[in-house]
Nanobody
C-alpha cells in the first residue's frame, strides 16, 4: 500500500516562503510522476506542480504559481518538495501530494497539509 506523507504547511505572511515535503513509503521510481495539488474552500482541487519521475523529469506548473513555486525531488529520500516563495493570500488552500503509477495502475494521495497566507 502506497502512503504519501505531507509536511511543512502552516501560517505565513504574504510575501513569505514555505517548503512542503512529501515522503513516499516506497521507491519514487515506481511512479511515473508526482505532484502537488491544492484545494481552497468552495473550489475544485487544482494542479499546482507536477514532475515526471522518469522520462527526463520534466515539470509543469499552474500559471498562477510559475516563477514563485519550484517542485523538486530527493530520490535517496523518496521525497518530493514544493518550495513556495512570494506567497499570496490566494495561495491559501489545503495542499495534497499525488503520485501516479502505470503498473499496477494507481493514483495516490496524501492526507493534505494546510497552507494559510495572511495579508
Amino acid at each position: 500500500q502506497v502512503q504519501l506523507q505531507e509536511s511543512g504547511g502552516g501560517l505565513v505572511q504574504a510575501g513569505g516562503s514555505l517548503r512542503l515535503s512529501c515522503a513516499a513509503s516506497g521507491n519514487i521510481f515506481s511512479f511515473n510522476a508526482m505532484g502537488w495539488y491544492r484545494q481552497a474552500p468552495g473550489k475544485q482541487r487544482e494542479l499546482v506542480a507536477r514532475t515526471r519521475i522518469t522520462s527526463g523529469g520534466s515539470t509543469n506548473y499552474a500559471d498562477s504559481v510559475k516563477g514563485r513555486f519550484t517542485i523538486s525531488r530527493d530520490s535517496a529520500k523518496n521525497t518530493v518538495y514544493l518550495q513556495m516563495s512570494s506567497l499570496k493570500p490566494e495561495d491559501t488552500a489545503v495542499y495534497y501530494c499525488n503520485a501516479e503509477r502505470s503498473w499496477p495502475a494507481g493514483n495516490f494521495w496524501g492526507q493534505g497539509t494546510q497552507v494559510t497566507v495572511s495579508s
